[in-house]
């Protein structure tokens, strides 16, 4: 199992790349000279990004704000360059792992490689690779930042029903049937 091990890293950012509605999404981290790119889906950025601020939030509430953790993102931090190149993807994400180490007042983060079916039997000895990140609280923020402004710079949702508008036409589910105030036939 290759574990790509950044304590903490020099860079860790989402991105995207393509148009809205074919973009592909990515978590990098770069430190020492090495890059790591992993792929994943828009709903696991956006989930990455919610779980991190709901942790956050915890770990300074029940610090009774003692804790060293900003309620928002330090501009320091702010990163808003592009993914770095070459984008070569080490692997693609299927479940990802959040964590407070109190001790050193750092967010641990692993997105873990997708496995093979269930029923693929050789898949049984592959063990999947890891990114591991460890980063302060406030890099943390700066990385939620980010990663809702990629996952909301995409496709505007229907007012109706949230899903994606697409510019070809949207069949909107919450019209059950209806165009114009007539029943559809």
Known sequence: MPVFDYDPPE??????????????????????????????????????????DELLDEVLRLSGGAAHVPALAPAD???????DLPLSED??????????????????????????????????TADPAVLRVRISAGAARAFTQRALQIVAAGRPPCPLCGQPLDAAGHVCVRLNGYRGGEAAS
């Open 11 to 52: 860079r860790f950012v989402a991105g995207a790349l393509g148009q809205p509605g074919a973009r592909h999404f990515f978590l990098q981290a770069r430190a020492e000279g090495r890059l790591t790119t992993v792929a994943l889906e828009k709903l696991q950025v956006a989930a990455l990004a919610g779980r991190l």
């Open 77 to 83: 931090l702010t990163d808003d360059a592009p993914l």
């Open 91 to 124: 692997f693609r994400v299927g479940t990802m792992a959040l964590a407070w180490d109190a001790e050193k007042s750092q967010v641990v983060i692993e997105a873990q490689e997708i496995v093979g079916d269930e029923d693929d039997e050789d898949d049984d």
